[in-house]
Structure formats: C-alpha cells, structure tokens
Nanobody, 124 residues
Framework: VQLQASGGGLVQAGGSLRLSCAAS????????RGWFRQAPGKEREFVAV????????YYGDSVKGRFTISRDNAKNTVDLQMNSLKPEDTAVYYC??????????????????WGQGTLVTVSS
C-alpha cells in the first residue's frame, strides 16, 4: 500500500501549484484523504481534508480561501490546488488517508496511511 505525492516545486509568491496524491495497493474510496505540511524546524501542520464522497471538505485557517482539495475515487487520487502562494507556504507536503473524516481539534489524528512528501518552495 502506497501513497505517492507529486507536483511540488519552486514557485514565486502569488503563483499556483497543484499537488496530486496517487494511491496504489488498495482503494481508498472509503477513506477520508488529507494533506499536511511540515516546514523546516516546525511541527507538522494540517492543511486540508476531504471526506470519502468528496462532498465535504475542511481547511486549516492558514490556507482557507487559497487552497482547494478534491478527489477522484475512480482514479484513487486526491489533489490540492494551491493558489496565491506565500513564502510561508514553503514546506514538505504530505498526503494521508484516514477511515474517519475529522475536523476541528481532531484534524491531526487517525491517519493510517502516509505518503512520502513533496517539497513546495515559494520564493518572495
């Protein structure tokens, strides 16, 4: 079972990137899918989560209104569209899968599967 994140790179502030997370080894259509990030010297931070059907999403305050999470269960993928990027968005971005859709104070817990991360660097 593997989650493979891709799409990271170097972008100027104000630009956009689209991350994608492909799953293999099993289907994750019954799992909530999330994105997290970790900047150098900082703790891992919740970014966004989408429920199994794609009908509900939840975002961290720092990305709300700029990032959009989506999923394609037929392709077993989840994407993160990142717009209006800021230097503080620089981090390694990880995708993950959880059997439960959690929001609020529970956003960091319950993830059974994690991808290896893709680096996003936003220059000022």
């Amino acid at each position: 079972v593997q989650l493979q994140a891709s799409g990271g790179g170097l972008v100027q502030a104000g630009g956009s990137l689209r991350l994608s997370c492909a799953a293999s080894g099993r289907t994750f259509s019954m799992y909530a899918r999330g994105w997290f990030r970790q900047a150098p010297g900082k703790e891992r931070e919740f970014v966004a989560v989408i429920n199994r059907s794609g009908g509900s999403t939840y975002y961290g305050d720092s990305v709300k209104g700029r990032f959009t999470i989506s999923r394609d269960n037929a392709k077993n993928t989840v994407d993160l569209q990142m717009n209006s990027l800021k230097p503080e968005d620089t981090a390694v971005y990880y995708c993950a899968a959880s059997p439960l859709f959690k929001t609020g104070k529970e956003t960091m817990t319950g993830y059974d599967y994690w991808g290896q991360g893709t680096l996003v660097t936003v220059s000022s």
